[in-house]
């Protein structure tokens, strides 16, 4: 069977639960991403994704320290991040401390950068959000040149100047993490994707699904451009977000006061208005994966779906209880339908050990071709 990926993405908030007027503590809710992420390799979803924020109300503020605890406690799962920010993270950290992790994940990590959402976020680090589109820009062509290039010199506009630098560790294998561009609105993170190759990250969430179709198509079409592969052969990530229980109507009562005071959405649209407008699905297993299938429908054949699922206050129970539902009745019926009549051109979501195997081809023909075109003596 085709192998899509699937999983879970956090972002860390510490809400209170309005049905109780509890709030974690900071080190319970770590804690709860921890148990969620062991969670998700139980029921048998292969990635487990956090965000990145250095402000209250949200913890996750080194990624690579929570995966790394959650490596050594887990054999299958894909580590990630659901944002990395490439906008006020010094590229040199982001390939040192990513090759570490995959060295002590054996390979099971990837990232998604992106800008965040949190504009104080950019004095702190010493930088201006003005420049976010430029920094994300030129900091991944940092980042990609120091995970390829064993000796560095390099000089940019917004940190100083590399000279004869090597970061370390090297990726594991000389391969390094996949990296996914992760983008709600910007058509310039679609661009940057397709440029390198990479994976595009829609976030799908907020957002009517128009606007994430445009996104997608502009990255693919661009991805073809740049001469990676066919549109369709693109590699798409997708998020979701979803509240299950039996019956719909407990799910819809259940999630309502959550829904009512989160963070992001609270006090705003209705949560049935929500639902109609962006990919937010509350109710029956079936109903989840019924709006899932349709995603195929708007935006190709893609290769990873990532579920938010602990947030607005939910207490850690009810999110493994909605991990159960998940990886024993929607997922299993998602791999099948998503792998029907799926061509054979689209590529499988990337691994390590399915990159490691691309790089030794590729050097395996420029060694051929290499030999073909040299002086016989």
Do not use: C
């Amino acid at each position: 069977m085709t192998k899509m990926q699937f999983g879970v993405f956090s972002v860390g908030d510490v809400t209170m639960d309005p049905t109780t007027g509890r709030t974690p503590t900071e080190g319970e809710r770590i804690k709860a991403m921890v148990a969620i992420a062991l969670k998700a390799e139980e029921v048998g979803l292969d990635v487990f994704a956090t965000g990145e924020h250095h402000n209250p109300p949200f913890v996750p503020s080194s990624p690579t320290t929570m995966l790394g605890y959650i490596a050594a406690r887990t054999e299958r799962l894909v580590l990630s991040t659901a944002t990395t920010l490439i906008t006020t993270n010094d590229p040199v950290k982001i390939a040192e401390d990513f090759a570490m992790l995959q060295h002590l994940a054996d390979g099971r990590v990837d990232l998604m950068l992106g800008r965040g959402n949190t504009g104080p976020v950019y004095p702190w680090f010493g930088q201006d959000i003005r420049q976010g589109i430029p920094l994300a820009i030129e900091n991944y062509a940092l980042l990609h040149k120091l995970w390829r290039e064993d000796v560095v010199d390099w000089e940019g506009r917004f940190r100083t100047p590399l000279q004869g630098f090597t970061s370390t560790p090297r990726p594991l294998d000389g391969v390094p993490p996949f990296v996914w561009h992760g983008s709600i609105r910007s058509p310039e993170i679609a661009e940057q994707a397709a440029y390198y190759g990479d994976g595009f990250f829609a976030n799908n969430i907020f957002w009517p699904k128009e606007h994430f179709i445009r996104l997608i198509t502009l990255y693919r079409q661009r991805y073809a451009h740049y001469g990676h592969g066919t549109p369709e052969q693109a590699i798409v990530g997708l998020g979701g977000q979803v509240f299950m229980r039996k019956n719909s109507q407990d799910a819809v009562r259940e999630f309502r006061p959550y829904f009512d005071n989160a963070p992001v959405y609270g006090h705003g649209p209705s949560l049935e208005d929500f639902m109609a407008e962006t990919p937010l699905t509350v109710g029956s297993p079936q109903q989840v994966i019924d709006r899932t299938l349709t995603f195929r429908e708007y935006f190709g054949d893609y290769q990873r779906q990532l579920f938010l699922m602990d947030h607005a206050g939910l207490p850690l129970k009810t999110v493994l209880e909605q991990l159960d539902i998940l990886g024993e009745e929607v997922v299993p019926v998602l791999r099948r339908e998503l792998a029907k009549d799926r061509p054979a051109q689209v590529p499988d979501a990337p691994t390590h050990a399915s990159l490691t195997a691309a790089a030794a081809t590729a050097t395996a023909t420029a060694t051929a071709a290499a030999a073909e075109t040299s002086p016989t003596v």
